[in-house]
Each structure stands twice: as structure tokens, then as C-alpha cells.
DNA sequence: GAAAATCTGTTGAATTTTCAACAAACGGAG
DNA sequence: CTCCGTTTGTTGAAAATTCAACAGATTTTC
């Protein structure tokens, strides 16, 4: 587990943990690692929504399955990113969502029970990690937020805008890459995948966007 | 501020402290009460994010402002409601929404880091302000994820009929209220006002839900 | 390196949504 | 009770999105 210690440093959930503390209370957490294949279920929807995932190599994404099998994208989730925390601090009997191995990936599961309630050990990190929880989610409800900013655009053009706006200011050039492909994009975007490549065409002609595959450069 | 014992003893923030310790911690907060009318501004969009706000009596609409005055309601706090807290929790430099008051309403506000800081006193209960807070906002973010469930769906008849199996499924009945009026319902579905007063026309000629004013009834 | 599978851009037709305008219904003030 | 402002439902035309189908490009597999 040394390996993921960098990843782990960078975790939300473990800031003001102090380094030589990581590893003894992982295992009093009883945190373990799962490894996935590319396209592997992490957490299936309906499953018991008790553990919360780390990414510690790889990205998943959450994907919301419609009425009748459209897919969404909720997020996309990197190295060192929380997620299924929201579902299982508020003891949700089964999770609305599901996590899917993007690539190859590792996962870190930690039970939320053992983070929220104090164990008999008696440990002193539960305070700290409570506080980072709770930061934790209030960035975890901006994030939403700004989802919500974009699929709240009437049109193709105003949502595909508005979200490569807030990618610029998040990476704070306007040059990036997306981790999206153009179907994922479409999907995360809630729009038609045709409309989306014919838009983007529009943007280019227009001198408003530059992009080759998933890159992309705001003009 | 006594007559507000029961609103408080309902808040969320306020779960497991003593009723005869919520004054002192209140006071202790710096906790203030402010009055609205209807339409009045308690947090502008762009203003500093240092408040947490809580609904004492009538409620308050979170705004989100589009490029062009577009309105798009976030969602709308009653009595007993925590606001704003996400982004005074993650220390967000200024409110990336509005909050307007719905009626004539009394609002808490407290300064939140307050709350996230221990103050001089040595208060007790921090510790579990902070986990309430952390309890809540996973009850937010889900709150969000039900709102991207419904602007998820591509079509006006699915948003309606998403919605309204929500709001069903929250109160356990299928005959309710809900709080927003026409246009407002068109603004937090994001769709067009007369789209959906006429499909609401369609879906009660097909005997697929039954309404009268704000009142919705599923068959 | 060739074949197979996947991804992307393009098109036109069908469908849906938006927009603007208006009249009926409703609610509050005097 | 009546007037006036607001809300709601309706309509048709304009605009936008979705859908289906296909061909070229790219990537993966063996």
C-alpha cells in the first residue's frame, strides 16, 4: 500500500493527516484495495451504499441509469478523488448511482460507519476525518452545482460553452484536455451525440473554439 | 428568538444538542435573525460566502442567474431549512447564487466559520455542529442529484413525470402540493413555461395525473 | 500488419421545443 | 362588487434537437 502514498497525501478525505499516522489508521478503518478492469462495475446501482470509494490509480465514472437505459454521466472521477461518500454518509439504504472502471483501476473501500462512528480503539483521527468529510461534501455539492449550471442551458451550443468555461477556469488555462470521448461528453452534457460533433463544428468554423479529439483550446 | 424553539429543534444543524443549551450556543455563534418580505433579497450572487442561513418561518427560493437573466430555481427552502452552506463551507470567496425570500419570511444567519473554528470559550459542541453540517450536505448533494434526475431527461413529459414521482415518493403520497407556481415549475424544470402548462394539459387527458392549481395528484 | 471494432462527423427528415401573442381565469385592493 | 394586475392555457410559426443511417478515421486485436 506504500506505493499509493503520494495519491493518499492528495486525498481530501486525509488532509492534516500526519504521514507516519496514514497506514495505522487505514487498517483500523479496515480499508482494503480492489482492483478493476476497464469497463468493470465499482459499486452497482441498487447495491447497499456502505462503502466509499478512493481512487488510487485509474478514474471511474458515476452513471445514472434512466427509465429506460439512457445513459448519464454524473462525474468523472481521477487519482486521489472521493466518491460514493454523499450516498453512504447519509445512510441511503441502496445507491441511486453506479461506479464504473473507466481503465484499469485501484480502488480503496473504506467503510463509512467505521469513519463516522468512534471505534473501540478509541482512536483521535475520527474528529479530523469528519471535518474533511464535511469539507469534502460541500465541494462534492459545488461540483453538482456547476453540472447543474450546464444541462440548465437551454441549447446544444450554451451547454458545450458553459462547460468548457468552467474546465478552462477549473485547470486555469484555456487550453485542456477533457476526459471525456464525444459519446461520454454527449452523455455527461445530456444531449445528442450527432448534435454535439455538429456544434463543435459550428464553434471551430467560428473561430470560438479550437479542438482536435479531446483536446480543446477556448479563442 | 424563544419562539422559534420548535423550527430550531427541527433543524438538521441542530440534531442532538440540548434544548436548554441551543440558546447559549446560538448567542455564543453570534446568531442573528433578519425579516424579508416577499421578493426581498437575503443573499445576492456575487456577495461574500460567509453565511450559513436557516429558514425560522416562511421560505426562500435559491436563484441561479444565466448569462442573459435566464432564471433557473435551484430549489426552494422551508421552515426548519439550512441554505448556503455548501459554499460557506468550502470557503468559496463569493455566492455563485441568489437567495430571495418566497413570502414574508424570518431568517438565521450565522457566520459559518463560527462554527468551523473553536472559539475562545471552548464550546462542546462543535464537534458535532460539524457533523451535523457533514450529515446535511450529504443530504444536499443527494437533494442536487435528484434535481440533475430531472433535467437529465430529454423530454418535457419525462421531466414532469420525474419530478413529480419525487416529490410523490418524498412526501409518501401521491396526492400533494408543490411549492412553486407555474412559471416557477417551467424555471426549475428548464423548460418553457407554455410547453409545460400544455403538457400538463396532455398528461390529464390521458388520465395520467390529475391537477388543480399547485395541487398534483398520480393515477 | 491486416482485419475487425469503435469512434467521429455529416446529412436530411421527423419530432419536439421555444417563442410570441392573446384571451380567459384568478386574486387582491379599494 | 368591480377594477386591475398577474397567472394560466392555447395557438401556430419558427427554431432547435433528436433520430437513423452511413462513410471515413482511428484504435484495438490477433
Redesign the interface.
Known amino acids: 500500500m506504500k506505493k499509493y502514498l503520494s495519491v493518499l497525501k492528495n486525498c481530501p478525505l486525509f488532509y492534516g493527516i500526519r504521514e507516519e499516522n496514514l497506514f495505522t489508521m487505514l487498517s483500523c478503518l479496515g480499508a482494503r484495495v480492489e482492483s478493476f478492469d476497464k469497463k468493470y462495475t465499482v459499486f452497482a446501482e441498487g447495491s447497499p451504499a456502505r462503502y466509499i470509494g478512493i481512487v488510487l490509480s485509474g478514474s471511474v465514472q458515476i452513471l445514472?441509469g434512466?427509465?429506460y437505459g439512457?445513459r448519464?454521466i454524473?462525474s468523472h472521477m481521477k487519482e486521489s478523488d472521493v466518491f460514493a461518500?454523499?450516498?453512504a454518509?447519509?445512510e441511503?439504504p441502496s445507491l441511486?448511482?453506479s461506479v464504473v472502471a473507466n481503465e484499469p483501476s485501484e480502488i480503496m473501500l473504506i467503510e463509512c460507519s467505521h469513519i463516522l462512528h468512534t471505534c473501540n480503539n478509541n482512536c483521535g483521527f475520527h474528529?479530523q476525518l469528519?471535518?474533511n468529510?464535511?469539507?469534502d461534501?460541500?465541494?462534492?455539492?459545488?461540483l453538482?452545482?456547476q453540472?447543474?449550471?450546464v444541462?440548465?442551458?437551454?441549447t446544444t451550443r450554451?451547454k458545450i460553452m458553459t462547460y468548457l468555461s468552467q474546465e478552462a477556469k477549473k485547470r486555469g488555462s484555456n487550453s485542456f484536455d477533457i476526459p471525456y470521448d464525444r459519446q461520454e461528453l454527449a452523455d455527461y452534457l445530456?444531449i445528442d451525440r450527432s448534435g454535439l460533433s455538429a456544434e463543435i463544428g459550428k464553434l471551430k468554423k467560428e473561430g470560438i473554439i479550437e479542438s482536435h479529439k479531446n483536446h480543446f483550446e477556448l479563442l
Chains 1, 2 share one sequence.
Open positions: 445514472q434512466d427509465y439512457n448519464s454524473l461518500e454523499a450516498f454518509c447519509a441511503l441511486p448511482i474528529q469528519i471535518f468529510l464535511m469539507k461534501l460541500a465541494s462534492k455539492t459545488i453538482f452545482h453540472k447543474i449550471e444541462v440548465s442551458q437551454r450554451d445530456e
